[in-house]
């Protein structure tokens, strides 16, 4: 092979301390420049998503304010850990609330969930975030699977009454994934209590500061 | 040892294939292949940090001291990847964020680390480039064929999603085969994985086996001590 | 190469590989007659697709990898893989799950493994969890066991069912199927309620669930039998169900609210057939007696903790198959010192 292996350590050292420094400096040079070139369009690419994920819920034409930096934190009653509470505006006229919650009560697991509701406080529109339910039962909760989820839109606390929110295997008024009650259930009580939570709360909501800056987010992603 | 060109390739693609003979890289090849365009997206990635490590390593290898090398290999193969990471999170965003955790531990993945060492480190740059190529293609051919199989069983279409990786343009590639509802749910769960390379790894040695019966010589001992991750 | 040995008791010399599987086949025919009462024709279809596609795979592979089709397909294995099987699969599961089941049992877990002797895994096991993976719903529906349903579908109405995958017009899921009692106790301690308050619901019986303690029963007589025909030696089945109760019952006296009782534990679900026919394959299990003791104990502490904490209601299947990777590791470990050598 056509490696070169001298006898004489010293001299050795030096000169493998020079190529791991040039190797090293000429790698740095390298990330530094493609950071530099990459930076601003992964910054732009991220607040993108997050903005198409709410979007999921809200089309774009429904409000012109900042939604992503117009929101607060919350805990509601039934849920675990904090909510964030988006609000979107049209001129500055409340229009809904996106709040970003998560319950305990799945299969396996927490669920996380995004629901939109209108200022009447009329459901418009629920979609699943995360959740680690059982593949071909529970995961049936995510729109790519099933129209199962749109079933909520229009929905309110007043239809059906509160206390029939609940999956139509425990005699409430909503239909019930088969095989995946427990599953179907959280999500539905999920949504419950919510919008319980906005019944009681709904003069203040689109009174609160927002907390963009804050660091709200960061915080959020560490919860159980 | 002979490497020409032709003996390189023969390697990389199926003799001492880094998917179904050296079985280097489990660790992506199984997470990541639940979809023909999501291994053919990894493969890429794979196979462009693989050419581009192999030629930095030959490339410098008449300086590189024993003391020194898995040193230098490690900070050539993680910059690289960090910047295949980077380019990915900026133009291929919905693709990256599909592939995940995948991409940066392409860092991990031993064929990279097992060529420079076994390879790149003892060559010059022109078979060092033949060999990143043929061993990343025949890395990224596994991924596709258990992608692609993986895909056609559980959700019956081929290429779904290619936009994700090629632009708005793919959205016609998808294939739609059979209907979605026949769909074997198995294939694109985790276990789908592991019993489709399983299932692939035996027709390569079924097919080995009645190519070249008695002959007992594996193709290329140079890389097989390195353990799979 | 190193020859495992038990010590005695040894077999009888009666065991030919199809005297043992006919024995067997034996000792399933009382639960098969208790299933049939309790959930109407299904299994005798169930019964019938599978060991028609497992002698149809089974042929197949013996003529690709260039067997001879005798002895091997008239030796009952690949009849009982396929009868274990079709009672652990709801009674009007679609014919593709049998189809399914028995692919992954005999192509898969047994021919591709090199046949009867080589399998790795268990391959009725293989079969029950590929399609609990696969078809999650439909292995989920179980009928209500007779007492408790408003009338068991009929002869035709089943044999639709099985052949369509739907239900025929006169009869609904909603009033034909229950939660098995695994299904509705994970539920109700889901929701905080009281185990005591769960199992008042009917498809609960004096000790398990109602119908599946008496096939559990009529699984322990045929147990029973094997055991006194020496075909199974009583070391695994004691070591399952020794585990499950040393294990349940502290958790069900500190906590009866939210955790089963052992018997509850034991007398739902597959527990008892597995214990009896499936974790004493000689194959895939462990081979010396202080192996079988831990291999039994093993699948015991893994069904209870996927049961507990796992995205299946019952976890049987995949306990054996994770036992089943552990099993050389234990019978090495495990091998009796041969006399006069050191260890």
Known sequence: ?224 | MTHNHPTIWRNGLWDNNPGVVQLLGLCPLLAVTNSAINGIGLGLATLLVLVLSNLAVSATRRWLQPEIRIPIFVLIIASLVTVVDLLMQAWLAELSQTLGIFIPLIVTNCTILARAEAFASRQPMARSLSDGLAQGLGFALVLIALGAGRELLGQGTLMADAHLLLGDWAQSLELRLMPADWGLLLAVLPPGAFIGLGLLVALHQRIQRSQQPMNENPADGSSQAIDAT | MQLTLSGPPHFPPINTVGGIMRQVLFALIPALVAHCWFFGWGILFQLALAVGFALAFEAVMLRLRGKPLQPFISDYSAVVTAVLFALCVPPLAPWWISLTGMLFAIVIAKHLYGGLGSNLFNPTMVGLAAVIIAFPIDLSQWLAPRSLSPGLPGLAETLRAILTGQLPASLNWDTLSQATPLDALRTGVAENRMVTEIRANPIFGDFGGRGWEWIANFYLLGGLYLIWRRVISWHVPVAVLATTIIVSTPMWLLGPDVNPSPLQHIFSGALVIAAFFIATDPVSGCSTLRGKLVFGAGVALLTLAIRRFGGYPDGVAFAVLLMNMLAPLIDRLTTPRAYGHPR
Do not use: C
């Not at chain 1, 050795?12 to 530094?32: M, R």
């Not at chain 1, 927490?110 to 418009?124: E, F, K, P």
């Not at chain 1, 259930?185 to 500061?209: C, F, G, P, T």
């Open chain 1, 1 to 224: 092979m056509n490696t070169s292996q001298p006898n004489n350590p010293k001299p050795g050292l030096v000169k493998n301390l020079l190529v791991l420094a040039v190797i090293g400096l000429l790698a740095a040079l390298t990330l530094t420049g493609v950071h530099q070139l990459t930076e601003q369009r992964i910054v732009d690419e991220t607040q993108r998503r997050a903005l198409a994920s709410l979007q999921q819920v809200l089309p774009p034409e429904a409000y012109n304010n900042a939604l992503i930096d117009d929101y607060f934190t919350a805990r509601i009653a039934g849920l675990s850990g904090a909510a964030t509470i988006y609000r979107a505006r049209f001129d500055g006229t409340p229009v809904a609330i996106l709040a970003d919650v998560v319950t305990d009560q799945g299969y396996s697991g927490d669920i996380r969930l995004l629901i939109a509701v209108d200022v009447s406080g009329q459901v418009r529109s629920v979609r699943i975030l995360d959740h680690r339910e059982t593949p071909g039962l529970g995961d049936k909760i995510e729109r790519e699977r099933s129209e199962w989820i749109t079933q909520f839109a229009k929905r309110s606390l007043g239809d059906p009454p509160r206390a029939a929110w609940e999956s139509d295997q425990r005699q409430g008024a909503f239909d019930t994934l088969s095989s995946a009650t427990i599953t179907s259930s959280a999500v539905i009580r999920a949504i419950r209590d919510v919008l319980v939570w906005y019944q009681n709360e709904q003069d203040e909501i689109y009174a609160l500061r927002s907390e963009a800056g804050d660091g709200q987010i960061e915080a959020k992603d560490g919860r159980e």
